[in-house]
Protein backbone atom coordinates (compact mmCIF):
# COMPACT_ATOMS: atom_id res chain seq x y z
CA UNK A 1 0.00 0.00 0.00
CA UNK A 2 2.81 2.25 0.67
CA UNK A 3 4.33 1.99 -2.66
CA UNK A 4 1.31 2.87 -4.76
CA UNK A 5 0.80 6.02 -2.64
CA UNK A 6 4.27 6.52 -3.32
CA UNK A 7 4.08 6.77 -7.17
CA UNK A 8 0.46 8.25 -6.89
CA UNK A 9 2.33 11.29 -4.70
CA UNK A 10 5.38 11.08 -7.65
CA UNK A 11 2.67 11.93 -10.18
CA UNK A 12 0.98 14.85 -8.42
CA UNK A 13 4.27 16.53 -8.02
CA UNK A 14 5.24 16.02 -12.27
CA UNK A 15 1.78 17.57 -12.80
CA UNK A 16 2.24 20.52 -10.94
CA UNK A 17 5.69 21.23 -12.00
CA UNK A 18 4.67 20.75 -15.27
CA UNK A 19 1.83 23.19 -14.64
CA UNK A 20 4.65 25.98 -13.14
CA UNK A 21 6.95 25.39 -15.96
CA UNK A 22 4.28 26.25 -18.28
CA UNK A 23 3.50 29.41 -16.80
CA UNK A 24 6.74 30.39 -16.75
CA UNK A 25 7.01 30.20 -20.25
CA UNK A 26 3.45 32.22 -20.56
CA UNK A 27 4.86 35.45 -18.51
CA UNK A 28 8.50 35.06 -19.80
CA UNK A 29 7.38 35.34 -23.73
CA UNK A 30 7.54 39.19 -25.13
CA UNK A 31 4.05 40.71 -25.75
CA UNK A 32 4.88 41.12 -29.56
CA UNK A 33 4.25 37.50 -29.82
CA UNK A 34 1.32 36.60 -27.64
CA UNK A 35 -0.90 39.81 -28.73
CA UNK A 36 -2.08 38.57 -32.11
CA UNK A 37 -5.19 40.06 -32.55
CA UNK A 38 -6.94 37.60 -34.84
CA UNK A 39 -10.48 38.54 -34.42
CA UNK A 40 -9.37 42.01 -35.27
CA UNK A 41 -7.82 40.46 -38.37
CA UNK A 42 -11.29 39.50 -39.29
CA UNK A 43 -13.12 42.66 -38.56
CA UNK A 44 -10.40 44.21 -40.85
CA UNK A 45 -11.73 42.07 -44.17
CA UNK A 46 -14.86 43.06 -43.32
CA UNK A 47 -15.29 47.22 -44.11
CA UNK A 48 -17.15 49.17 -45.67
CA UNK A 49 -20.09 46.61 -44.10
CA UNK A 50 -22.32 49.40 -45.37
CA UNK A 51 -22.59 52.36 -47.62
CA UNK A 52 -24.97 54.99 -47.28
CA UNK A 53 -26.19 55.52 -50.69
CA UNK A 54 -28.55 58.54 -49.14
CA UNK A 55 -27.67 62.36 -49.10
CA UNK A 56 -28.71 62.50 -45.70
CA UNK A 57 -27.72 60.23 -43.37
CA UNK A 58 -28.54 59.98 -39.80
CA UNK A 59 -25.32 59.51 -37.34
CA UNK A 60 -25.67 56.87 -34.77
CA UNK A 61 -26.77 57.62 -31.22
CA UNK A 62 -27.03 61.34 -31.84
CA UNK A 63 -29.40 63.54 -32.98
CA UNK A 64 -27.13 64.77 -35.65
CA UNK A 65 -27.44 64.15 -39.74
CA UNK A 66 -24.30 63.45 -41.95
CA UNK A 67 -24.35 64.67 -45.82
CA UNK A 68 -21.13 63.81 -47.23
CA UNK A 69 -17.04 63.38 -47.03
CA UNK A 70 -14.46 64.93 -48.91
CA UNK A 71 -10.93 65.03 -49.26
CA UNK A 72 -9.51 68.47 -48.14
CA UNK A 73 -6.28 69.09 -46.87
CA UNK A 74 -5.74 72.48 -46.94
CA UNK A 75 -5.88 72.78 -43.69
CA UNK A 76 -2.60 71.29 -41.63
CA UNK A 77 -2.82 68.28 -40.52
CA UNK A 78 -6.61 67.46 -41.63
CA UNK A 79 -7.37 65.27 -44.08
CA UNK A 80 -11.05 64.85 -44.84
CA UNK A 81 -14.16 67.11 -44.41
CA UNK A 82 -17.77 65.67 -43.40
CA UNK A 83 -20.40 67.84 -44.01
CA UNK A 84 -23.37 67.31 -42.14
CA UNK A 85 -26.27 69.47 -40.36
CA UNK A 86 -25.74 69.31 -36.41
CA UNK A 87 -27.74 70.04 -33.34
CA UNK A 88 -26.29 72.89 -31.41
CA UNK A 89 -27.18 71.82 -27.97
CA UNK A 90 -26.11 67.87 -28.57
CA UNK A 91 -22.67 68.95 -29.60
CA UNK A 92 -20.11 65.56 -28.20
CA UNK A 93 -17.08 64.21 -29.11
CA UNK A 94 -16.78 61.94 -32.46
CA UNK A 95 -14.46 59.81 -33.64
CA UNK A 96 -13.27 59.15 -37.23
CA UNK A 97 -12.65 55.63 -38.52
CA UNK A 98 -11.63 54.72 -41.70
CA UNK A 99 -11.85 52.23 -44.31
CA UNK A 100 -8.27 51.71 -45.75
CA UNK A 101 -8.68 49.87 -49.12
CA UNK A 102 -10.69 46.89 -46.84
CA UNK A 103 -8.79 47.36 -43.75
CA UNK A 104 -10.29 49.01 -40.54
CA UNK A 105 -8.16 51.88 -38.87
CA UNK A 106 -7.95 52.80 -35.69
CA UNK A 107 -9.81 55.62 -34.10
CA UNK A 108 -8.96 58.99 -33.82
CA UNK A 109 -10.62 61.94 -32.28
CA UNK A 110 -12.36 64.23 -35.25
CA UNK A 111 -12.31 67.97 -34.72
CA UNK A 112 -15.71 69.80 -34.80
CA UNK A 113 -16.48 73.32 -36.81
CA UNK A 114 -19.83 74.75 -36.52
CA UNK A 115 -20.63 77.20 -39.11
CA UNK A 116 -21.03 80.54 -37.91
CA UNK A 117 -24.59 81.64 -39.54
CA UNK A 118 -27.58 79.78 -38.24
CA UNK A 119 -29.75 82.54 -37.91
CA UNK A 120 -31.49 81.45 -34.63
CA UNK A 121 -32.18 77.77 -35.68
CA UNK A 122 -31.46 74.44 -33.25
CA UNK A 123 -29.82 72.91 -36.65
CA UNK A 124 -26.28 74.20 -37.97
CA UNK A 125 -23.98 73.22 -40.63
CA UNK A 126 -21.55 71.64 -39.45
CA UNK A 127 -18.39 70.02 -40.21
CA UNK A 128 -15.87 67.62 -39.07
CA UNK A 129 -12.58 67.20 -39.50
CA UNK A 130 -10.73 64.42 -39.58
CA UNK A 131 -6.71 63.00 -40.30
CA UNK A 132 -6.25 59.98 -41.89
CA UNK A 133 -3.65 57.27 -39.92
CA UNK A 134 0.09 57.06 -41.94
CA UNK A 135 -0.30 54.24 -44.39
CA UNK A 136 -4.16 54.56 -45.20
CA UNK A 137 -5.22 54.12 -48.56
CA UNK A 138 -8.35 55.99 -46.89
CA UNK A 139 -11.67 55.19 -49.31
CA UNK A 140 -14.63 55.68 -46.83
CA UNK A 141 -15.04 56.99 -43.27
CA UNK A 142 -17.27 57.16 -40.14
CA UNK A 143 -18.23 58.79 -37.12
CA UNK A 144 -18.26 56.85 -34.11
CA UNK A 145 -19.58 58.68 -30.48
CA UNK A 146 -16.84 56.34 -28.32
CA UNK A 147 -13.37 55.64 -29.30
CA UNK A 148 -12.53 52.06 -30.29
CA UNK A 149 -13.93 50.04 -33.33
CA UNK A 150 -16.25 47.76 -30.94
CA UNK A 151 -19.54 49.75 -32.89
CA UNK A 152 -18.20 49.53 -36.25
CA UNK A 153 -20.30 46.58 -37.56
CA UNK A 154 -23.15 49.20 -37.14
CA UNK A 155 -21.40 51.97 -39.03
CA UNK A 156 -22.94 53.65 -42.19
CA UNK A 157 -19.74 54.73 -44.12
CA UNK A 158 -19.21 57.70 -46.15
CA UNK A 159 -17.52 57.51 -49.59
CA UNK A 160 -14.72 60.16 -49.73
CA UNK A 161 -14.67 62.16 -53.01
CA UNK A 162 -12.65 64.33 -54.71
CA UNK A 163 -9.39 61.35 -54.09
CA UNK A 164 -7.75 63.59 -57.00
CA UNK A 165 -7.80 67.40 -55.90
CA UNK A 166 -4.66 67.55 -54.48
CA UNK A 167 -2.49 68.38 -57.23
CA UNK A 168 -4.77 68.36 -59.81
CA UNK A 169 -4.10 71.01 -62.57
CA UNK A 170 -6.86 73.56 -63.24
CA UNK A 171 -6.83 73.50 -66.98
CA UNK A 172 -8.02 69.53 -66.81
CA UNK A 173 -10.89 70.29 -64.74
CA UNK A 174 -14.20 68.59 -66.57
CA UNK A 175 -16.66 72.63 -66.09
CA UNK A 176 -15.79 75.92 -66.92
CA UNK A 177 -18.94 77.27 -64.83
CA UNK A 178 -21.33 75.44 -62.41
CA UNK A 179 -24.67 76.78 -60.89
CA UNK A 180 -25.70 75.70 -57.29
CA UNK A 181 -29.36 75.71 -57.21
CA UNK A 182 -30.69 75.32 -53.43
CA UNK A 183 -33.36 74.42 -52.34
CA UNK A 184 -36.29 73.37 -54.36
CA UNK A 185 -39.47 72.97 -52.64
CA UNK A 186 -43.41 72.71 -52.02
CA UNK A 187 -45.45 72.56 -55.18
CA UNK A 188 -43.19 75.26 -57.20
CA UNK A 189 -44.04 74.95 -60.55
CA UNK A 190 -42.66 78.04 -62.38
CA UNK A 191 -42.01 76.43 -65.75
CA UNK A 192 -41.36 78.83 -68.27
CA UNK A 193 -39.26 80.89 -66.19
CA UNK A 194 -36.65 78.07 -65.20
CA UNK A 195 -36.42 77.16 -68.72
CA UNK A 196 -35.38 80.13 -69.85
CA UNK A 197 -33.29 80.85 -67.41
CA UNK A 198 -31.47 77.33 -68.28
CA UNK A 199 -30.89 78.10 -71.39
CA UNK A 200 -29.78 81.68 -71.14
CA UNK A 201 -27.21 80.27 -68.72
CA UNK A 202 -26.24 77.33 -71.39
CA UNK A 203 -25.99 80.87 -74.03
CA UNK A 204 -23.74 81.96 -70.99
CA UNK A 205 -21.09 79.25 -71.24
CA UNK A 206 -22.32 77.07 -68.21
CA UNK A 207 -21.63 73.91 -68.27
CA UNK A 208 -23.41 72.09 -65.25
CA UNK A 209 -26.72 73.32 -63.36
CA UNK A 210 -27.30 71.35 -59.64
CA UNK A 211 -30.23 71.52 -57.88
CA UNK A 212 -31.10 70.14 -54.59
CA UNK A 213 -34.90 69.12 -54.97
CA UNK A 214 -36.91 68.30 -51.57
CA UNK A 215 -40.01 68.44 -53.71
CA UNK A 216 -41.49 70.42 -56.83
CA UNK A 217 -44.64 70.93 -59.19
CA UNK A 218 -45.46 68.20 -61.82
CA UNK A 219 -44.73 69.87 -64.74
CA UNK A 220 -41.48 71.50 -63.30
CA UNK A 221 -40.89 67.73 -62.64
CA UNK A 222 -40.68 66.64 -66.22
CA UNK A 223 -38.87 69.19 -67.29
CA UNK A 224 -36.06 68.76 -64.60
CA UNK A 225 -36.26 65.12 -65.72
CA UNK A 226 -35.61 65.96 -69.39
CA UNK A 227 -32.44 68.33 -68.41
CA UNK A 228 -31.20 65.62 -66.41
CA UNK A 229 -31.34 62.71 -68.80
CA UNK A 230 -29.38 65.32 -71.45
CA UNK A 231 -27.01 65.83 -68.60
CA UNK A 232 -27.20 69.30 -68.27
CA UNK A 233 -28.76 69.70 -64.74
CA UNK A 234 -27.71 67.18 -61.58
CA UNK A 235 -30.38 66.69 -59.66
CA UNK A 236 -29.40 65.96 -55.84
CA UNK A 237 -32.59 64.26 -53.87
CA UNK A 238 -32.75 66.15 -50.81
CA UNK A 239 -35.68 64.54 -48.30
CA UNK A 240 -34.64 67.22 -45.43
CA UNK A 241 -38.26 67.13 -44.89
CA UNK A 242 -38.18 63.59 -43.78
CA UNK A 243 -35.42 64.31 -40.74
CA UNK A 244 -35.92 67.57 -39.52
CA UNK A 245 -38.65 70.18 -39.76
CA UNK A 246 -37.29 72.27 -41.96
CA UNK A 247 -38.33 76.39 -41.79
CA UNK A 248 -39.37 78.19 -44.83
CA UNK A 249 -38.12 81.00 -43.86
CA UNK A 250 -34.37 82.46 -43.34
CA UNK A 251 -35.22 83.74 -39.53
CA UNK A 252 -36.06 81.51 -36.66
CA UNK A 253 -37.92 84.00 -34.56
CA UNK A 254 -40.16 84.33 -37.67
CA UNK A 255 -40.85 81.50 -38.49
CA UNK A 256 -40.04 78.62 -36.65
CA UNK A 257 -39.01 74.84 -37.49
CA UNK A 258 -35.91 73.46 -36.96
CA UNK A 259 -33.11 74.06 -39.75
CA UNK A 260 -32.95 77.30 -41.87
CA UNK A 261 -34.66 77.47 -45.28
CA UNK A 262 -34.99 73.81 -45.86
CA UNK A 263 -30.87 73.90 -44.73
CA UNK A 264 -29.95 76.09 -47.94
CA UNK A 265 -26.84 76.75 -46.00
CA UNK A 266 -25.57 73.42 -45.80
CA UNK A 267 -26.18 72.36 -49.47
CA UNK A 268 -24.28 75.62 -50.86
CA UNK A 269 -21.54 74.53 -49.18
CA UNK A 270 -22.07 71.15 -50.36
CA UNK A 271 -22.34 72.03 -53.83
CA UNK A 272 -19.03 74.01 -53.38
CA UNK A 273 -16.84 71.00 -52.61
CA UNK A 274 -19.38 68.85 -54.77
CA UNK A 275 -17.39 71.39 -57.49
CA UNK A 276 -14.65 71.72 -56.33
CA UNK A 277 -12.70 68.78 -58.33
CA UNK A 278 -14.81 69.20 -61.23
CA UNK A 279 -15.28 72.86 -61.84
CA UNK A 280 -13.44 76.42 -62.11
CA UNK A 281 -16.37 78.54 -60.86
CA UNK A 282 -19.23 78.20 -59.16
CA UNK A 283 -22.37 80.24 -59.12
CA UNK A 284 -24.33 80.65 -56.11
CA UNK A 285 -27.70 81.73 -56.80
CA UNK A 286 -31.60 81.21 -56.71
CA UNK A 287 -33.64 79.11 -58.94
CA UNK A 288 -35.04 82.17 -60.70
CA UNK A 289 -32.36 84.73 -60.88
CA UNK A 290 -29.57 85.03 -63.59
CA UNK A 291 -25.92 86.43 -63.07
CA UNK A 292 -25.76 88.41 -66.64
CA UNK A 293 -22.64 90.29 -68.26
CA UNK A 294 -23.93 93.99 -69.36
CA UNK A 295 -20.39 94.30 -70.83
CA UNK A 296 -19.46 90.15 -71.95
CA UNK A 297 -21.41 88.38 -74.29
CA UNK A 298 -20.60 85.39 -72.06
CA UNK A 299 -19.07 84.54 -68.14
CA UNK A 300 -16.07 83.01 -69.78
CA UNK A 301 -15.50 86.71 -71.42
CA UNK A 302 -16.10 88.56 -68.11
CA UNK A 303 -14.03 86.16 -66.26
CA UNK A 304 -11.24 86.61 -68.17
CA UNK A 305 -10.92 90.00 -67.69
CA UNK A 306 -11.73 90.17 -64.10
CA UNK A 307 -9.42 87.56 -63.05
CA UNK A 308 -6.67 90.11 -64.83
CA UNK A 309 -8.05 92.95 -63.32
CA UNK A 310 -7.99 91.28 -59.76
CA UNK A 311 -5.83 87.93 -59.99
CA UNK A 312 -6.08 87.48 -56.32
CA UNK A 313 -9.70 87.30 -55.79
CA UNK A 314 -11.53 84.24 -55.38
CA UNK A 315 -15.13 85.32 -54.51
CA UNK A 316 -16.75 87.56 -56.86
CA UNK A 317 -19.82 89.54 -55.72
CA UNK A 318 -22.79 90.49 -58.03
CA UNK A 319 -25.28 92.75 -57.21
CA UNK A 320 -29.01 91.26 -56.98
CA UNK A 321 -31.40 93.62 -58.89
CA UNK A 322 -34.98 92.80 -58.97
CA UNK A 323 -37.84 93.16 -62.22
CA UNK A 324 -41.30 93.66 -60.49
CA UNK A 325 -43.08 90.95 -62.73
CA UNK A 326 -46.38 93.56 -62.41
CA UNK A 327 -45.05 95.67 -65.03
CA UNK A 328 -45.14 94.20 -68.43
CA UNK A 329 -43.35 95.31 -71.84
CA UNK A 330 -46.24 96.99 -73.53
CA UNK A 331 -45.88 96.02 -76.61
CA UNK A 332 -46.63 92.63 -76.13
CA UNK A 333 -44.16 91.51 -78.62
CA UNK A 334 -42.88 88.38 -76.60
CA UNK A 335 -46.23 87.20 -75.39
CA UNK A 336 -46.17 84.38 -77.69
CA UNK A 337 -49.12 82.17 -77.75
CA UNK A 338 -47.57 78.72 -78.15
CA UNK A 339 -46.19 79.55 -74.34
CA UNK A 340 -49.75 80.14 -73.04
CA UNK A 341 -50.59 76.66 -71.44
CA UNK A 342 -47.11 76.85 -69.97
CA UNK A 343 -46.66 77.25 -66.36
CA UNK A 344 -44.89 80.29 -64.80
CA UNK A 345 -43.51 83.81 -65.97
CA UNK A 346 -42.26 84.99 -69.09
CA UNK A 347 -38.83 86.67 -67.98
CA UNK A 348 -39.01 88.17 -71.64
CA UNK A 349 -42.14 90.54 -70.69
CA UNK A 350 -41.03 91.95 -67.83
CA UNK A 351 -37.86 94.67 -68.62
CA UNK A 352 -38.63 97.41 -65.47
CA UNK A 353 -35.67 97.18 -63.09
CA UNK A 354 -35.91 98.85 -59.34
CA UNK A 355 -32.93 100.95 -58.09
CA UNK A 356 -31.98 99.34 -55.07
CA UNK A 357 -32.87 101.18 -51.97
CA UNK A 358 -29.77 102.81 -50.39
CA UNK A 359 -30.73 102.97 -46.92
CA UNK A 360 -31.12 99.19 -46.57
CA UNK A 361 -28.65 96.52 -46.73
CA UNK A 362 -28.36 95.28 -50.21
CA UNK A 363 -27.68 91.39 -50.43
CA UNK A 364 -25.02 90.04 -53.37
CA UNK A 365 -25.31 86.60 -54.79
CA UNK A 366 -21.83 84.99 -55.74
CA UNK A 367 -19.08 83.63 -58.39
CA UNK A 368 -16.74 81.78 -56.40
CA UNK A 369 -13.39 80.23 -57.39
CA UNK A 370 -14.76 76.58 -55.19
CA UNK A 371 -10.70 76.08 -54.24
CA UNK A 372 -10.51 79.19 -52.34
CA UNK A 373 -13.64 78.86 -50.37
CA UNK A 374 -13.71 77.06 -46.84
CA UNK A 375 -17.46 77.71 -45.71
CA UNK A 376 -20.41 80.11 -47.21
CA UNK A 377 -23.39 81.66 -46.30
CA UNK A 378 -26.18 83.00 -48.82
CA UNK A 379 -24.95 86.65 -49.08
CA UNK A 380 -21.36 86.21 -48.40
CA UNK A 381 -18.25 83.84 -48.19
CA UNK A 382 -17.15 83.03 -44.49
CA UNK A 383 -14.00 81.27 -44.75
CA UNK A 384 -12.03 81.86 -47.96
CA UNK A 385 -8.29 81.95 -49.24
CA UNK A 386 -7.92 85.02 -52.30
CA UNK A 387 -9.63 88.48 -52.09
CA UNK A 388 -13.17 89.34 -52.62
CA UNK A 389 -14.49 91.82 -55.56
CA UNK A 390 -17.61 93.57 -55.40
CA UNK A 391 -18.70 93.60 -59.53
CA UNK A 392 -20.10 96.64 -60.51
CA UNK A 393 -23.50 97.01 -61.53
CA UNK A 394 -22.47 98.07 -65.05
CA UNK A 395 -20.00 94.90 -65.75
CA UNK A 396 -22.56 92.21 -64.13
CA UNK A 397 -25.60 92.10 -61.99
CA UNK A 398 -28.20 89.85 -61.54
CA UNK A 399 -31.83 89.72 -63.27
CA UNK A 400 -34.46 88.85 -60.73
CA UNK A 401 -38.01 88.84 -62.37
CA UNK A 402 -40.17 88.31 -59.29
CA UNK A 403 -42.77 90.25 -57.12
CA UNK A 404 -41.31 93.55 -56.37
CA UNK A 405 -39.38 94.53 -53.19
CA UNK A 406 -39.96 97.70 -53.41
CA UNK A 407 -43.76 98.10 -53.41
CA UNK A 408 -44.59 101.78 -53.88
CA UNK A 409 -42.04 102.77 -56.72
CA UNK A 410 -44.33 103.63 -59.67
CA UNK A 411 -43.71 102.50 -63.15
CA UNK A 412 -41.91 105.47 -63.85
CA UNK A 413 -39.94 105.32 -61.18
CA UNK A 414 -38.29 102.20 -62.49
CA UNK A 415 -35.64 101.90 -65.32
CA UNK A 416 -35.45 99.96 -68.49
CA UNK A 417 -33.40 97.10 -68.60
CA UNK A 418 -33.75 95.31 -72.30
CA UNK A 419 -30.46 93.20 -71.76
CA UNK A 420 -32.02 89.74 -72.27
CA UNK A 421 -33.74 90.67 -75.29
CA UNK A 422 -29.77 90.68 -76.69
CA UNK A 423 -30.08 87.09 -76.63
CA UNK A 424 -33.88 86.45 -78.15
CA UNK A 425 -32.90 85.17 -81.20
CA UNK A 426 -31.38 81.94 -79.69
CA UNK A 427 -33.08 81.94 -76.47
CA UNK A 428 -36.48 81.73 -77.62
CA UNK A 429 -35.45 78.56 -80.01
CA UNK A 430 -33.89 76.72 -77.47
CA UNK A 431 -36.54 77.04 -74.71
CA UNK A 432 -39.29 76.00 -77.61
CA UNK A 433 -36.87 72.74 -77.76
CA UNK A 434 -36.22 72.17 -74.68
CA UNK A 435 -40.25 72.34 -73.57
CA UNK A 436 -40.91 70.50 -76.12
CA UNK A 437 -38.11 67.40 -75.39
CA UNK A 438 -40.41 67.40 -71.70
CA UNK A 439 -43.52 67.24 -73.67
CA UNK A 440 -45.15 70.69 -72.53
CA UNK A 441 -46.46 73.88 -74.28
CA UNK A 442 -47.65 73.12 -78.04
CA UNK A 443 -46.15 70.77 -80.34
Not at 78 to 95: A, N
Not at 165 to 183: A, D, H, M, P
Not at 228 to 255: A, C, K, Y
Not at 268 to 278: F, G, Q, T
Request: one cysteine or more; a neutral charge; charged letters at 20%.
Amino acid sequence: MDKPKEIKGKFYFLIIATLIFILCIAVGTPRTYRAVPQPRAALNMACPLRISERTITPLNSTKHLLVSAYMDQRVDGLDVRIIGIFKRDSIQPLYCVFCCAGQLSNTNPGTILQHSDNFGFPYITTDVMCQIPQNCDATHVGLLTQPGGERVFNQTWLPIRNQKTKGKEEEKLQFNFTVCISNLFGDYNNVLQFAQTLEMYRLLGVNRVVIYNTSCGPDLDRLLQSYSQEGFVEMVPWPIDQHLNPSRGWLFSQSGGDVHYFSQLTTLNECIYRSMDRSRYVLLNDIDEIIMPYKHNNLVSLLEMLQQQHPNTGVYLIENHIFPKKHFEPSGRFHLPRWNGVPGVNILEHIYREDPAKESYHPHKMIVKPRLVEWTSVHEVIKNSGQQFAVPMNVCRIIHVRVALRQSLTLEQLNEDKRLWDFQEQLIPSVDKALRRAGLGQS
